[in-house]
Structures are given as C-alpha cells and as structure tokens.
C-alpha cells in the first residue's frame, strides 16, 4: 500500500507490541466498507436498522462506563510539565508510553488491525494535516470514514517522506481502570487505549484536530479552534463568514444550520454551513484570516434534536448514519429524548434492556431510552445547508469571530471588543454556568476560555499569547463578538427565543463588520442601537431588548474579582496585555455612572 519507510516501521512496532492476527488497510472504497458493515453486522458490533425509513444507517451501543470523553484520563504528555500548563493534565512521555504499552500488550491478539490513512483537510491543502490511525475497531474504522478523508488518495499524497500524526487506538480490555488518552505533541503522537467510545477513539477529531493541532498551529502560526463556521449569504450573492465558539451546552451545532425565522425571511437570508465543531485558520495573502473545517461530518449530541430545535440536522442523519446509545424502536427505527414525535410505548434502551415510558431504577430516577450523550455520526454532505466551499483548498475569509456563554444575568445578548487585543481578553474570559445536563453544582460559572480549556494542548498562557500574535501579523484582522441567547427574567424564563431568531444578531455582527451600523459605547464593549435589530415578525414584551443590553455595575466587578482567580493560577506565564485588558476594564466601570 505505500513506500514510506517510516509509516512501514511504525507498523510492525505496533504489530509486534498488540499482536494482531491480522492487518488490513482501508483504502476508502465504498466496496469495503459494505465488507466491513457485514463483518461488525455479524460480530453484534453494529446493528442494521430499518434500511426503507433509515437507509445505510446502523446502530452501536458502548460499555456502560464508556460513554463520554474521559477528562481525567486525558493527558498532555511534554518533557516539562510547564508545557502542559496548569489546565492540562500531564504526565512525562517516558511515563505514558510505559504505562500503555503494558496495556497494550498482546491488546490485539484474535483481533485485526486496522490502517487508516486520513486526512484532516481536503487532500493537498496547504491548511490539512495527515494522520495515520492503527485500530482495532470496525466501529472506529466507519466512524473515521464519515468524519475524515481516507484511503488511497491520502497515502499517495503522503509519499514516500511526508510527515504524519501516529495514532494508535486499541479497546484493550474495555477496562476504565485500564483507559488512557494520551497526546505526545512533541512526538506528533497520540495513543487511546481501553475506551470505545468515540470521543476518545476517534482520533482525528479532538485529539488531532485540537490537541495535537493546536500545538502545531502554534509553531506554523495558525490556528486550531473549537468553533464552527456558517457562511450568511445576502440576496445581492455576498457572504459573510463567522467562527464561533460556545462551550457545551450552548447550541454550537444549531446555530451552525439554522434556518432564517419567519420575520426575516423577506430578506432572503441563505445559510451555509461549513463546520459545526472544529476551525482551522491561517492568515493568507490579503492579511485576512480564512478558514476551514478539517472533518468531513458530524459527532453531534442526539437528545434534543428535533425539528424545532435543528430541522437540518433532522434531515442530514436520516441516512448513512451511526447512532451510538440511542433508544432501538421496534419497528427498527430510533428515538432519544427529546426527539420529534410521540415517546414510543416500548422498545430496547441504550444499554440493551427492554425500556418503557415511566420506568425507574431503584433510587426512583427515570430510566431513559437514550444516553444523555447519545450520539449520531452523519456526513456533512447530507445536511441540506452544507457549504459549496467544503473542499476549498484557501477555506473561506472570516469577518467576525463570535464568543458565547450561558449566564443568566451578567452578560448582555450581544457586544463587540473595542480592538483584537480586548477580544482575546473577551475569549480568555469565556465562562458558562453549568446546567442540570453537565457534571458540577447546577449554577456555578465555569470559564472555559475560547471554548477550549479541555482541548487545548499546550499551556493555555502560551495559548493566549499566541492568539496576540495572530493579531498583530494581519492587517485584516475579524471584528470580535461576544453574544449570551440564555438570559432570563427574575422568574427564570428566557427573554431571548434563540433558534433561528439568533440570526437578528448575526445580522447585526455582520452590519458591523461591514460598517454599516453605529454602536453605543460601555465599559465592556460596543452593544447595538436596538432600533438597529431587525425585530420583523417577532413580538417580545415591552422592556425585553432594553433588559438584554442591560449592563449592571456591581455584577461585573463581582466577575472582575473571579477573572482574577482564573488568570492568576498562570502565575508569570500569563501575558502582560491581558492583565492591562483587565486593568482598563476595571478603570471603565469605576467611571461609568
């Protein structure tokens, strides 16, 4: 299959540590993934659904503690623990690759190992990245061939020298006790042993695309961000592009294919989707930043999505589809909380036992059909706002880069940086208070800076310098934006609908970059005019768009005190310019009355 020396090696290294029975390349063929589908049908590995109402598409179940990225075995593995940085959990390359490898000894005995050349990119891009992952999972394997390019064509633009990522991933035991997720960024490596589930073992996806890339980035300078990328076309053909980046929990994937809502559809808005998780941005010739999205699908979350909430998400997993830990219907369709329609009256839940409305387990808590974090993996060519620019090679120009959190009363719906050096200050400061659906006590703020506080692979001081100096090297640098669709009233209702009403916002982020539009001045940054938000068809009671600029002195001081917490624990690693964006805010809301 190819003439490099160095991926040849790397292979019977693996080989004779995992002991594989056998090694079968994947050359990206629709003929042996149809071979592959029949082997994983037979193996209980997948489970064909029903191939009239959910054409080519397949169900998997993990193990039952195997159902979630696995933080607290993720390891940033570097020399010093200084490069890893106070976020990052480490642990020296000499340590990790001794521990794994007494995993992974003999791991692949009865198995086959897989070879998978990938690209994180369209193939020849200058933006892409290849990677090469050794498994033995068939799930991975089909996984890996929605969510990247693979086969062939990626090991012929590979060569016969080319440079790669090595990922090894291998189930091993299944054993939690016996689970690591380790990244070598010095050694353009990553290992994954004793998980299968797919955030740990899809190893393009978080931990190529971020992790590894991310440090890459910061040596080329680029950048690797958790953030989707939308295109808005106007009627007059223009399109804007945004890059956004919201922590879990905040409708990242909706809001990368929403649909225009009623009141602005005279306007003939089109939305593009490019990506809906990961961006990778380089300054090009013109001093702007332009952009693509590295995969080629979608690892999206199953419970809430219906046709309300994603109507184009809806579309796109209707085939060609892998639905982990979803709730199995009898007539061999799925469901999962929150789904569209009514909950069916019986069926098979995500651990395999039968399940029916009103069950509880024995501390009286709801049994639930589908996994919390049940999920589907779809091409992005499926989804009916899919971008034409997919496979652009330059990627597409950003205008604006747009941070979000969820806070309840502090932060108003939408408000721009003052320069590119106060929104890094913005990004830095990035929070969201937890919801019922994520690990924590219900309420309090979690700063996850840039969206990218568990995916970041070097030390995050260094990160955010590195974000400085993107800045100083365009000369087009995008507008930045900071919007919140979660505030709410005092008996906790949301005062904003979001959905496709968010895009009266984007709207005005766009008018901004173009200079169209004008904007009120405050301590924290420019907020709109409200007369300058189109609100056509959209009725909301008398107060509601004044209470969502609402800017409260005192809240923010509060904040100020907790910043201060989050960037001291970088000691003298932080950068100077954002203790000196953190000093001007402070002097501004002394002064503002």
């Known amino acids: 299959m190819t003439r490099h020396k160095k991926l040849k090696n790397w292979i019977r290294q693996v080989s004779r540590l995992c002991k594989p029975d056998n090694i079968v390349w994947i050359d990206g063929s629709e003929s042996q993934k149809k071979q592959l589908e029949e082997i994983a049908k037979s193996t209980g590995e997948l489970i064909q659904l029903n191939q009239e109402k959910l054409p080519d ?41 001794k521990k794994a490898k007494a995993i992974l000894e003999g791991a692949m005995k009865g198995r086959t190992m897989y070879v998978i050349p990938f690209s994180m990119g369209p193939i020849g891009s200058p933006f892409s990245k290849i990677g090469v992952e050794l498994t033995d999972s068939i799930y991975v394997v089909l996984n890996m061939m929605i969510m990247t390019r693979t086969g062939e064509a990626v090991l012929r633009q590979l060569g016969t020298d080319g440079e790669f990522t090595k990922c090894l991933h291998s189930k091993a035991q299944l054993d939690i006790n016996k689970r690591l997720i380790l990244h070598f960024p010095e050694d353009n490596t990553i290992w994954s042993v004793g998980s299968g589930y797919g955030g740990n073992v899809l190893l393009g996806k978080k931990c190529l695309s971020l992790r590894i890339a991310s440090f890459i980035a910061r040596k080329e300078h680029w950048l690797a961000e958790h953030m989707l990328i939308m295109g808005i076309e106007e009627p007059n053909g223009h399109i804007g592009y945004i890059a956004a980046a919201f922590p879990s929990a905040c409708g990242k994937t909706n809001l990368a294919m929403l649909v225009p809502p009623e009141g602005l559809k005279a306007k003939n808005y089109r939305i593009w989707t490019v990506g809906d998780d990961i961006a990778w941005m380089r300054i090009d010739s013109d001093g702007a930043l332009w952009a693509i999205n590295p995969e080629t699908g979608f690892f999206g979350v199953a419970p809430g999505t219906n046709s309300r909430t994603n109507p184009n998400m809806v579309q796109t997993i209707k085939k060609n589809t892998i639905y982990t830990n979803v709730l199995l219907k009898p007539d061999g369709t799925v469901w999962w ?14 651990q395999g036992n039968p399940w029916r409305p009103g069950m509880v387990d024995n501390k009286g808590e709801p049994i639930k059909g589908a996994h919390p974090n049940s999920r589907f993996t779809a091409p992005i060519l499926n989804c009916p706002s899919a971008s034409f620019r997919l496979e652009q090679h330059h990627g597409v120009p950003i205008s604006a880069i747009v941070f979000g959190g969820r806070r309840k009363h ?71 934006f900071h919007v919140n669709w979660f505030r709410t009233d ?29 904007a009120q001045e405050t301590p924290i940054g420019y907020i709109p005019f409200i007369s300058d938000i189109d609100m056509s068809g959209l009725e909301l009671p008398p107060g509601t768009l004044e209470q969502l600029f609402k800017i409260d002195k005192k809240e923010w001081q509060e904040e100020l005190k907790e910043i201060k917490k989050f960037f001291r624990q970088f000691k003298k690693d932080f950068p100077e310019e954002l203790w000196q964006e953190y000093d001007a805010l402070q002097r501004r809301l002394r002064a503002w009355v």
């Not at 169900?59 to 890893?84: G, N, S």
């Not at 480490?90 to 340590?95: D, E, G, I, Q, V």
């Not at 609908?497 to 009266?504: D, Y």
Request: net charge neutral.
């Open 410 to 480: 502090l932060t108003p719906l939408v408000y721009e940086s003052f320069s590119w050096q106060h929104g890094v200050f913005i990004g830095a400061t990035m929070a969201s208070e937890i919801t019922a659906a994520q690990m924590g006590k219900v309420g309090q703020v979690r700063r996850d800076p840039m969206a990218m506080l568990p995916f970041c692979g070097y030390n995050m001081a260094d990160y955010f310098r590195h974000w400085l100096e993107m800045g100083k090297r365009m000369t087009h640098p995008p507008k930045i």
């Open 337 to 350: 909380e929150g789904a569209d329609g009514e909950v069916p009256e019986e069926g098979i839940d995500w």
């Open 490 to 518: 005092e008996k906790g209702n949301f005062l904003w609908p979001g959905f496709g009403e968010n895009l009266r916002i984007l709207e005005w982020i766009l008018q901004r970059c173009q200079g169209k539009v004008g």
């Open 57 to 97: 598409c397949f169900l998997h179940r993990t193990a039952k503690d195997d159902v979630a990225r696995t933080e607290h075995l993720t390891f940033i593995c570097t020399k010093k623990k200084r490069d890893a940085g106070p976020t990052n959990n480490w642990m020296s390359p000499r340590l990790a690759y």
